[in-house]
C-alpha cells in the first residue's frame, strides 16, 4: 500500500513553533527525492523547501529561510518541517510529496506524489 500522511499542524501565535512530520511507505520514500510546499488561500501551491536523495538540501524559499529546518530520516521513512517564529503569512496548508527525479526539486509539477496536507494556522 501507497501512503503519504502530514501530521502536526495546528494553530499558534505569531512567534510560535510548529513541527510538521510526514510518514510515508518504503517505495515512495527511499531513492526519492522529497519537499514540503504550502497553499495559502487564494494563493497558488509555494515551494518551501526539498531535500534530495543525497540529502542535500534545495532551498529555502527566502521567505523560511532561517526560520524553517527540514530534514529527512531515509530508515523511517519520514519527512519533517521544524517551523520556528512562525508568521501569519506562514498560514497555509502544507504539504509532503516525493519524486524520483533530482532536479527542478522546486517545480510542483515533479512530484508524483502527495499528501493530504496539514493546516497550520498563526495568528497575529
Known amino acids: 500500500q501507497v501512503y503519504l500522511v502530514e501530521s502536526g499542524g495546528g494553530s499558534v501565535q505569531a512567534g510560535g513553533s510548529l513541527r510538521l512530520s510526514c510518514t510515508t511507505s518504503?517505495?515512495?520514500?527511499?531513492?526519492?527525492?522529497v519537499a514540503w510546499f504550502r497553499r495559502a488561500p487564494g494563493k497558488e501551491r509555494e515551494f518551501v523547501v526539498g531535500?534530495?536523495?543525497?540529502?542535500?538540501?534545495?532551498g529555502y524559499a527566502d521567505s523560511v529561510r532561517g526560520r524553517f529546518t527540514a530534514s529527512r530520516d531515509d530508515s523511517e521513512k519520514k519527512l519533517y518541517l521544524q517551523m520556528n517564529n512562525l508568521k501569519p503569512e506562514d498560514t497555509a496548508v502544507y504539504y509532503c510529496?516525493?519524486?524520483?527525479?533530482?532536479?527542478?526539486?522546486?517545480?510542483?509539477?515533479?512530484?508524483?506524489?502527495w499528501g493530504q496536507g496539514t493546516q497550520v494556522t498563526v495568528a497575529s
Open positions: 531535500i534530495r536523495r543525497s540529502g542535500d538540501i534545495v
Open positions: 518504503r517505495d515512495i520514500f527511499s531513492g526519492y527525492s
Open positions: 510529496a516525493t519524486t524520483t527525479t533530482d532536479y527542478r526539486l522546486w517545480t510542483w509539477s515533479q512530484y508524483t506524489y
